[in-house]
Structures are given as structure tokens and as C-alpha cells.
């Protein structure tokens, strides 16, 4: 589970702050291909938080969006934005029937569950998807680019692209497509949480607090150049984020 005391911050800035701003583009970058080529109408937020990605997702592609999280201190900012449909329960446990959903949204949220603990979750969204269901998942990418901000949304883990791979298939997912973001400010970032957060002997804290403008822009900046590069089908080696996209694949025929 995720700090709750982080809730309050990421409802001040995930409108504005640089990151979410530039995140965005770069997952309307993969989506917007799928949603032109498949019929997705029922689409759950696992992980909704605040519910703003869900209600960004709903006015963008006209999804009808179920959003779910642990927690009630998020739900009670997307209650507030009038973000509809909303349940409070475990992602280990979800409380929905089997191959019920187009797709399933999960943002940065398996990352919260100790490691060895995420097949779990994982198991569950294959569960509810549809046959040739899409599953659309982002995660902390590298253990190395763990933060003090990591420590204060306690994070319990990071995923390599082959760790991440692995896990889809071992349940039955297809990857369609993945991909590290976050990757251009990628030696800023070792900078920052391998020298000087040490060296100064920083306390854990959110990292999502509001910077100079110039800086949000500057920042801002680097992640929009990445939404380019995806949109037109690249990708990076590494970076602080990997997205997964992966289909579920076709039920088994009886008796076979």
C-alpha cells in the first residue's frame, strides 16, 4: 500500500507538476493507437488513486472506467471530481467476475506489494480480462534509481524488462510492446539518488512537490521529446518507468 500521507500531495500537483504532465503525453502516445484499433468500452483502473487518470481516460477515449484502490484517501479526491463507478478493495482480490473487462489500466501500483508478492495481482488481471483482452501496465523501473521518494511512497520494489516480461507470459499474457520512459533525465536521476541524496543524508519525502517554473518546463520538456519518439514506434533501453502492453491470450477450447 501506498503512503497515505502521499495522496494529498499528488492531488495538488498531478494536474500541473511536470512528471504528470509529461507521463500522460507518453502513455496517450501508446494508447491512442488502441483505442482507433480495438472496441474497448469496459476498462478497469486498478491502482485509480485519485481517480484523475481515470476521468482523463474517460473524457479522451469515451471508455466506460471502473475505477478500484486500497485506499480511501484517494477515492475520496476522485468521489470529489465526480469520477463515478468507484470501489475500495484489494488488487489481490478483485471484486469482479472473470473475463469482464476490454482492458485493465494499472499505474505504478504492483510496486507497492513486496517483492514475490506480484504474481498475485498479476493473476488477477488476467483474470477479469476478456480473451484478447489488453492489459496496459507501468512500474518503477531499476532498483538502482531507488529514491528517498521511493522509501516515502513506500515502494517495496522495481522491475527490469525482463522481469516484467517474464511475469506477463508466466500468466498468460502476450506483450505486445514495452518500453522504459522517464529515460532522457535518466543521468540526473543516478546523480541525484546515488550521490546526493546520500551525501547529504536527505529524509525520505515526496518527490512531487512543486519546482520553479522554469524548471518544470525544463524537465517537462524532456518527457514530451519522449512521447515523439514513442508515438512514432520507438523505444528506450532504459529509464525510471517500463510500460508493458500485453493481450490476453484466447480461452482454451474444452476438452483440448
Not at 81 to 86: A, D, E, F, I, P
Amino acid at each position: 500500500m501506498m503512503n497515505p500521507a502521499e495522496f494529498a500531495n499528488i492531488a495538488e500537483s498531478e494536474q500541473s507538476f511536470w512528471w504528470y504532465r509529461g507521463m500522460r503525453r507518453i502513455m496517450f502516445s501508446l494508447l491512442d493507437p488502441l483505442a482507433r484499433e480495438r472496441q474497448l468500452d469496459r476498462v478497469a483502473e486498478i491502482g485509480a488513486g485519485t481517480g484523475h487518470f481515470a476521468r482523463e481516460l474517460e473524457r479522451r477515449y469515451r471508455w466506460r472506467l471502473f475505477p478500484l484502490d486500497l485506499g480511501w484517501e484517494g477515492l475520496a479526491y476522485a468521489r470529489g471530481y465526480g469520477v463515478s463507478r468507484l470501489v475500495q478493495a484489494d488488487m489481490c482480490k478483485l471484486p469482479y467476475a472473470a473475463g469482464v473487462f476490454d482492458a485493465v489500466v494499472s499505474m505504478d501500483v504492483i510496486v507497492h506489494l513486496p517483492r514475490g508478492q506480484e504474481d498475485q495481482p498479476m493473476a488477477e488481471f488476467a483474470r477479469i480480462l476478456r480473451p484478447d483482452g489488453l492489459l496496459i501496465l507501468r512500474v518503477s523501473a531499476l532498483d538502482i534509481l531507488r529514491s528517498r521518494h521511493s522509501q516515502f511512497a513506500m515502494e517495496r520494489q522495481r522491475f527490469s524488462r525482463r522481469r516484467l516480461l517474464a511475469l506477463a507470459v508466466q500468466h498468460g499474457l502476450k506483450p505486445l510492446g514495452v518500453t522504459y520512459a522517464n529515460s532522457l533525465l535518466l543521468p540526473i536521476a543516478l546523480a541525484k539518488f546515488r550521490i546526493w541524496e546520500p551525501l547529504t543524508r536527505q529524509a525520505p519525502s515526496s518527490g512531487v512537490t512543486p519546482v520553479p517554473a522554469w524548471l518544470d518546463r525544463t524537465l517537462g520538456a524532456a518527457l514530451v521529446a519522449e512521447s515523439h519518439w514513442i508515438r512514432r514506434g520507438g523505444s528506450f533501453p532504459a529509464g525510471q518507468s517500463l510500460i508493458l502492453i500485453a493481450t490476453k491470450g484466447p480461452a482454451p477450447t474444452p476438452g483440448v
